[in-house]
Every structure is written in C-alpha cells, then in structure tokens.
C-alpha cells in the first residue's frame, strides 16, 4: 500500500537491569539505578540514537516480587512521560489495563502523553490475567475471560469516542469574539453498555495522532480476536519460526475478515539476543547468565505458569509431558505462557534445569544467541518468511547488550536495506506506517448540550 | 517547632493563560499555548527561579467547557511529571479525586512523579463535586457529601498503606546471594472496609517523601474535619481578613484535637493579584480584564453556583440576598464557593455585573490590586494577623503578572525577612516544614506471603 519497500519496526523493550531474570546478578549490571528514572532515560535516547521505532514497557497492577529479582516498578504512563521529555522522535508505548482502570481517567492519561510527546504514544491493551492485582481492585478473583474481554471490547469503543469527541478544529481561539472553542465540534459520546457508562465529551482537544497506536500482547483465542478487530502492532512470542508464521497468517486472515487492512495490524515478536562476535562467545554469554539464575525463583513461575507444584522434581529430571495438562487443556485454559512452555517440553523434553535456562531470559520468548550476522539472519528469515513485521526487541543485559545490538545488528539490516537510517517522521504512526484516523464525530451536526 | 523564622510558603497556581476569566482575550496573552506543555514548564522554571514552594494544578474529570474560554485540560499527573524534568527543586502538586479513582492506580501515579521528581509530590485530595463528572464514570448523580467523604477517608487510609508497605530499607541489593529485596520488610496491607477492599502490597519501593504531600481544597464542614484529620496543607478561598482569621482558628483548632501539630497543617488562602507600579496603574489594569469578560458566560457560571437561572436580572440591577438562598441553606448545602459568593452578596451588595466582575478575576478567590508594597502588606498582614501560612498565588494573566509578583512583590517579602531567598531542602516536605513520615510499618515483624 506504499511506495516504499517494507521495512522492520523494532522496539526496545524497557526492563530493569534487563531481560535475563539474572541479568541484575551479573557484575556488569546496574542493578543500583533500577529506581532511577535517569537510568531509563539513558536507555531510550540510545534507543533513539539507533532509530529505532519505539520503547515498551510491561506492566501489571500489583506486586509480584519474590525477593530475587528487582520488582520495584514505575507507573508506566508517568514514566514515558519523563522519557517523552528526554527524548524527540521515539515511540513510547505504555501497558494499562482495561479491567482496572475507569476508561475517562486512562483516555486521559494516554492524551496527555500524546500530547506532551508531540504524538509519540502507544497503549498496550491488556486485560490482567492475576489474582494478585484482581485483590488489589476490591474482587475476589480475576474475572472471566469472556467478561475481561467483553470489558475490553466496550472500553476500547468508550476511549475511541472520547479521543474522538473533539473534532480536530474544535478549538477557534477568536480573541475578539470571545469564543475560544466551537461547543458543536465537541460531542458527548453516551454510551450506556453492559460494563460501562460513559457521557462525555473528553475534556481535552484532540491529540496528533488523533489516538495513541493502539497495541495489543495476549495471545488467546479471545485475545487474538480482539487483536484482530483492534489492535496496530501485536507482541507476540513465539519459539519457532513455524509457530510465529502461524500465528501471523491467523492475525492477518482474522483482520481481514474485520474488513481492516492487514498491514495496518503489525506482528512483533519478542527477540532476546545475546550477541558474540563468534558463536562460541555468543553461547557462553548465554550460559555465563543462566548460571547466575536461583532455581528457587524460576520453579516459583513455573509453578505459577504450570498451576501445580513441582516440588517433587529434580533440577535433572526430565520434565513430564503431562505436567503442562497436554494440549486440549492447555486451549481450554486459554493461557497463551502456558501454551509456549507445553510446547517446548512436547518438542524439545528438557530437564527441568534446561527448561529454567529456556525460560529464564524471556519469560517463554525467544531467546537467541549468536553473531551479530546469524542474529540479523534469524531476524530476516522471520521478517521476510511472514512471521513477523519486526521485532520487540529485549535486551538481556541493559545497556550493554542493547548497545550490542544497536552497533552491530541493526547496521548490518540497515545495509540490507531492512531497516531505517533515519526518522522520516515524528510520530509513532509514522514510524510504524499506520494511518492518523480521523475523528467519528467529524463533520457531524450534533452539538452537546 | 524549629528555630527558623516562620516564613512564607508560596504556591504559583497554574491555569491556561492565567487566572483571570477573560485573560486569553488580553492582546498580550497566550492564549495559542495553552495546549502546549513547553509553555508550562517555562512558567515552572520562572516559579522556581523565584524560589516558590510549589506548583499547582486544579482538576475536574470532565468537559466544563463553555466555549468562551480556554477548556484544554492537560491530565494533571503527567502534565507534573513533564514539568518535574524541567526543574529541579520546585514541589508539584496535582489534584486528583478520591471518587473517580481507584487507589492503587491513583497510588501508583503519585509514588512514581514522587520518584520522578525527587520527593516534590503533593497530593491535593479532592472528592469531586460534579455532575458532569459523575457522568463519566458510570453514575447517574453525584454521590452525597457523606459518601464522598467515607470513601475519602477510606481511601486515604489505603493509600497511605500502600505507600508504607514497602519499609524504606526493604531493597537490600545483594548480587552475591540473590536477594533484592527483603520480603519480610514488604507488607500486605489487607484492607476491607466499607468502600474499598485492597490486598497489596505495593509494588514499588518507598518514595522519596515517603509520601507525597496530602493537600486538601474544600471548605464544607465535612471537607474541614477531613482537612484537619488528613490535609497537611489547605488551599481555601476567602475575600476577607475576618473570614480567613476565623477559618484558620478553626483548622487549627481541629487539627489539636486529632492530637496533630498545628504548624504541619498550613493554611494557604489563594490570592490573585493586579500590581501596578501606582493605585491607579493597578486599579486601571483590574478593569481592563473586567471589560474583556462575557457576561453569558459569567452568568452561567454563577448560576452553577446559585443552582438557579439568572435570566430574569439585568447586569445593573442589584443581585437579591435571597438568591443564594440565606446562610442556613447554604450551610446546609455544604458548597463552600456558594457560601463565598453569599457572604459577598450580603456585605457588599452588588449588581450582577459587579458580582460578575468580582468572581471574573478567581472564581471567589481573593482578587487584589495594588502596588507591589501594598500587596506585600496585604500578603504581610494576613501571614501576621493568624489568617495564613502562605498562598496559593493565581496570576491574573501568565506570565505577565507572575513575573510582576515574583520581581516586585517576592524581593519585598524577602527583605522583610518573610520569604526564603534560597532553596534550602530538595522535596517538598522540606520547603514546606513538614516532617517525612516513617512507614507504618516500620519494624512489624510479620512478612507478606
């Protein structure tokens, strides 16, 4: 749909001292600056400095440390807010969740970054799959998935509407007539639904995007339907390239049916790259790392993922196949994590010591190591055999590995012509070749009251 | 408490091109910025250099907008946050609701621009009296003055948990045996009352205030028994000495008996000054902005606050005593900006248009015009006379009239020995003399699961 050739979107990732759940252990770690908001300042404007498109930043409403590692987390909008500041032209993609949070107060939220970023702001959708934040927001438990879900659907309608409810020329500033803004350009939206009821107008001009690129990362069925109808940009993980094509020809075919355009739906899997100058350095990064793991912490997440104790097994036992409930359970709980350690365990039989080490670097992405060349080549062989539009890419250990993969891998797809050498535009629509919609309301009649 | 002289605590409170209604119609206003957030934090930088305690933002989750004036609202926590990385000592404080948030979120929010900013957080706690805002957020009316407050109290009990519920060393960062943080030093805080169920912990370390500074905006009884409870800092409207001297006894005299320190609840009158160089320059400035007003929109206002229509008076009749319904209804009532304008009906019997004119400049604020001698005075005499610790300042018009007061009025209060001509503390808490508050917490033995 454009003249130029496709090229990578590609996301750094933001994460404490990094990805590796033991990258803080490691003598090279910042582990002392994790609460300094400086720190992640530093790593956006390298992140910038490499062009690339955006940073993320996972969240969830609750406290989930176990002590191991470092759990201190900053509100996500607030902290792109003081990136935003310290930056000019990266995108800046924050998580929130539709099932805890009032939809006027993150319409609002989101907004404001956009504006104080100058349009650089994304919103990761996610619904809270935790029992620890559902306790946090006066429930019992978490909600169902249809009920999350359907939350979801009707909160993305709400927050459209009220970033649409200011027409773009609403505001007029005519000085001598004492008219500062035209009331028939901003619209309540009254919307009245089974989990929300929402009057309106938004009570700020529209933002330059018009709305933040709406981002979504679960990979349920309800959560790839969702993505389908909604979502911009999908993280994504995947171990193979089998399973990434997959999920990219569904998410593609899905949008379709919506009657979306495809390429305005971009899959970004997850990447967490340790980069040697040769293959044999590249791996013993890796396992240098996973030595540092505590296996005390990586059987509690398993655990988690697992919803069984594994405290009968042994760090050299083979994992049992049943562990993970087979197949059909495993669809049936609709948890994707869950799906991606089933199917490493069916294919590749790991001890439960191996299966730690494959999960301890990316929480079940893919984790590679290699040269910078064998990196840029995985990359491409996904990019190019419809797996992926880009990558979100997580550093093992931050900055160094970051900057690894920004001085040597991203010049080497640059020379293939695969990824920018500059910043064409300034928003994160334009970096990600997304369209800035107009609003709903535009060149309607009704005016509020 | 301290051997420091009692000194001044000034507040710059921000609002669009300044206080006064009609300022964006001033030739010389900015009324083209006020979308833009460089053009708040060049006003911050201009606050601090003048050594001002703080900034201030006044917030409403609703579209107030009539047209006739600016209606652009920035979300208040990041717009702070965006002006925390443009200065480096001035406090922040944000207005935000205790009914229309939730208090993890509302938590998280505050916590991270506390650590964003060094430990310049304030808090102001409001409970939202709003129709329109009510609207937003899935109601069909405003909740009553003892639901709001219930909640309120509630919630600031919460919060102040959360904020506590990491100790201040529970992050001990111990690469060699793995451990980051000390769990048994990280506490749930297992609320269940009447309004709010909320497990935690929280999931980010102590702030540098420990907690932001909780400030408090309403002068209902209700709003002042939860001041004098919980506020450590009170922004109040009074057009008199007499009121103000009245209302500080009796804050004062609550606070004594929650067994609080009375100096740690300052009272901060708002004060919106004309300074011209004589009497008559300022008294001539005054009426230019009164001339630039729309009466319709005055009217509408007031008529919010009447809760009746207007139509039936002419701009140079005399506005009835009956209008505002007596002192024993307003009192009833609990709206403390009916009880300003009521108090101005009886006393000073105006016409609309010289009501109109005397809410135009502060919307009940005590509005001012002077010399920068005479507001010094003034300032001097109500700090003296037992009615203020300090103000909440609302320049008529930005930047033209912060400058006047930080160049004309501040170097007078400084000879007189009345306000700081340095910085000498970094947070909040420090310019305003208030203690940082231990954690609850703080060596309970029992550990969070």
């Known amino acids: 749909m454009t003249d130029q050739p496709r090229q990578l979107k590609l996301n750094a990732f933001l994460h404490d001292t990094g990805h590796h759940e033991a990258s803080w252990r490691h003598p090279d770690s910042s582990a002392d600056r994790v609460g300094d908001i400086s720190w992640y300042q530093e790593l956006a404007r390298k992140a910038e400095a490499a062009k690339l498109d955006a940073v993320f930043l996972a969240d969830g409403p609750a406290h989930y440390g176990t002590g191991y590692r470092p759990s201190t987390q900053f509100e996500p909008i607030t902290f792109l807010t003081a990136l935003a500041t310290a930056t000019e032209r990266i995108g800046l993609i924050a998580t929130a969740s539709t099932t805890f949070y009032e939809p006027y107060n993150l319409a609002r939220l989101f907004g404001s970054l956009d504006r104080i970023s100058g349009g650089r702001a994304g919103w990761n959708i996610v619904t809270t799959f935790s029992e620890d934040a559902a306790h946090n927001f006066g429930l019992t438990g978490v909600p169902s998935n249809e009920e999350r879900y359907g939350r979801a659907e009707e909160f993305v309608e ?141 059987v509690s997440q398993l655990e988690k993922i697992a919803g069984v104790s594994l405290g009968h097994l042994e760090l050299d036992e083979a994992v049992p196949v049943s562990l993970f409930g087979g197949a059909g359970n495993v669809l049936d709980n609709n948890r994707s994590r869950k799906q991606v350690v089933a199917n490493i365990v ?91 919609p107009g609003s709903l309301y535009a060149g309607t009649a009704a005016a509020t009251a």
Not at 184 to 207: C, E, K, M, Q, T
Not at 386 to 405: I, S
Request: a neutral charge; hydrophobic letters at 40%.
């Open 346 to 436: 069916e294919r590749d039989r790991p001890t439960l010591r191996q299966l730690l080490h494959r999960l301890a670097g990316g929480r079940g992405h893919n984790v590679v190591h290699g040269t910078p060349v064998q990196v840029a080549d995985t990359i491409q062989e996904w990019f190019e055999g419809g797996a992926a539009d880009g990558f979100n890419v997580m550093p093992p250990l931050y900055p160094q590995l970051l900057d690894a993969f920004t001085s040597k891998v991203v010049p080497i797809l640059q020379d293939r012509g695969l990824f920018r050498t500059d910043y064409t535009g300034t928003t994160l629509r334009e970096h990600y070749g997304l369209p800035r």
């Open 158 to 298: 709400v927050v459209t509407r009220l970033w649409d409810s200011w027409e773009d020329d609403a505001e007029v500033v005519d000085k001598a007539a004492g008219v500062f803004a035209d009331q028939a350009r901003i619209h309540r939206i009254d919307h009245v639904g089974r989990h929300l009821r929402v009057r309106g107008p938004f009570n700020a001009p529209r933002s330059p995007q018009g709305r933040p690129v709406y981002v979504q990362a679960g990979s349920s069925n309800e959560g790839r339907a969702f993505a389908a109808r909604n979502a911009e940009a999908i993280f994504t993980a995947h171990q193979t390239l089998g399973n990434a094509q997959a999920f990219y020809a569904d998410i593609k075919a899905q949008a379709r049916t919506f009657g979306r355009n495809p390429d305005h739906v971009l899959v970004l899997p997850g990447i967490s790259p340790f980069i040697g100058d040769t293959p044999a350095e590249a791996k013993a990064l890796y396992d240098e790392f996973n030595e540092l793991t505590v296996a005390a912490y990586g």
